[in-house]
């Protein structure tokens, strides 16, 4: 079932979403779904972190490696898996500001060194929100996981961090 809109050739052609009542409206659910996907897992990508116990936690990321999937970041998703997250790249060491605005789920911000030490965590951030969410000291990459994390594994300021199956860039990102 779907709406039934003009076609360039100028006959009616059949949408595939049931109740777009518009071309531009299934448009922008394409763009929509599109859009959620912007920040694909590399292979295999991971960021090991050390747990209580010094017990390794392996995340499966998304790498958000440009300014378009840094803004996108976890916008929209309503669910992360408990061991999924998304790995923030940044050209440079400095504070890092994030917000939630459009973003449904709590999320954890581990706020990560040039030296893959964990410098500083956001807990359990507030869905929705447009409050700054930063830390004291400089980081070059956040990760984002589901809000909790962080204090059911054990995460702490000062654990090393390591990144597995990717390539940093050496030029900045």
């Known amino acids: 079932m779907g709406f039934d809109g003009m076609g360039r050739s100028g006959r009616r052609v059949k949408l595939p979403y049931e109740g777009i009542k518009s071309l531009g409206a299934f448009l922008l659910v394409v763009w929509g779904s599109l859009s959620l996907n912007a920040c694909h897992p590399a292979s295999g990508s991971r960021v090991v972190l050390k747990g209580q116990g010094d017990r390794e936690i392996s995340v499966q990321v998304e790498i958000a490696d440009t300014p378009e999937r840094r803004t996108m970041g976890l916008q929209y998703r309503t669910d992360l898996e408990a061991n999924q997250g998304m790995l923030f790249l940044f050209p440079q060491e400095k504070i890092q500001t994030f917000w939630m605005k459009n973003t449904p789920i709590p999320l954890d911000l581990i706020f990560i060194g040039k030296q893959r030490r964990i410098v500083g965590i956001v807990h359990e951030s507030v869905p929705y929100s447009t409050a700054s969410l930063s830390v004291a000291t400089p980081s070059q990459f956040v990760l984002e996981v589901n809000g909790g994390f962080a204090r059911t594994h ?13 390539r940093l860039p050496e030029d900045g990102i």
């Open 154 to 166: 054990g995460i702490e300021v000062g654990q090393a961090v390591r990144f597995e199956s990717f």
